[in-house]
């Protein structure tokens, strides 16, 4: 996706390291879709992680953990990122560069489709939860996200534009209706103070209210 005032503000704020470069070309090799974060998001998830504290926090969807690493590296050092990816061969390649990355302590995969591991974690609590998975059950991942995360936690997702699929009236596939459905639902939401900015692909942010 070319974004070129995104790249602008990548450069000032987001610069990858090696680390980061090298994983996203090994991704790119290997066949990973390329579909990561974009790093001034992996800037932005870094900089709300940071204003709440957040200690412990839960992505759904990790693919070469990418946003993951950027997630973990606004953590305390005993700070923890539970991911859970469905394709194990995902998993491994994360694994892989967590541990690269000196995040093997802070970072956690669970592999296994979202909707039977997060019933799993009923109970804990997140102090935030990044959304970054399929999309046609983005409204049931809200519904956990509402009972996983912590009064003034966050509640973070990706692609809430959806290649601006969301705004098409010609578009009415499965994937896109969810989004718009997490979206309406999302804003509408009782329990949450939220938005959804522009930066990279949308990114839906919202507070649990305490
Ligand atoms: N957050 C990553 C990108 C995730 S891409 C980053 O920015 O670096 C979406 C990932 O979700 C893929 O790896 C895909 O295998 C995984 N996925 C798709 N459906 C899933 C499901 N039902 N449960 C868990 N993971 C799923
Ligand atoms: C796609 C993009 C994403 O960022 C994602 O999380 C899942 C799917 C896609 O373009 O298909
Ligand atoms: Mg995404």
């Known amino acids: 996706m070319a974004d070129p005032t995104g790249d602008y503000i990548s450069s000032l704020f987001a610069r990858e390291d090696e680390l980061l470069i090298s994983l996203r070309e090994e991704a790119d090799r290997s066949g990973l879709p390329p579909i990561s974060i974009s790093p001034d998001e992996g800037r932005l998830l870094q900089v709300l992680l940071r204003a709440i504290g957040a200690r412990r926090v839960l992505e759904v969807g990790t693919l070469g953990g990418y946003s993951a690493i950027w997630m973990a590296r606004a ?85 809430a534009l959806w290649g601006g699929k969301v705004i098409d009236p010609n578009v009415d596939d499965a994937a896109t209706r969810a989004v718009r459905e997490f979206n309406q639902r999302f804003a509408s939401e009782p329990r949450l103070t939220g938005i959804v900015v522009p930066t990279h692909d949308g990114v839906a942010i919202g507070i649990i209210n305490e």
């Open 75 to 159: 953590l305390p050092a005993d700070g923890e990122l539970l991911s859970i990816e469905l394709d194990p061969d995902h998993a491994a390649f994360a694994t892989r560069y967590i541990a690269r990355a000196g995040l093997e302590a802070r970072v956690r995969i669970r592999v296994g489709r979202a909707l039977d591991v997060l019933p799993a974690l009923d109970g804990e609590l997140f102090d935030a939860v990044f959304l970054d998975a399929d999309k046609e059950p983005l409204p049931t991942y809200l519904e956990w996200a509402l009972r996983l995360v912590r009064p003034g936690g966050l509640v973070m997702a990706d692609n």
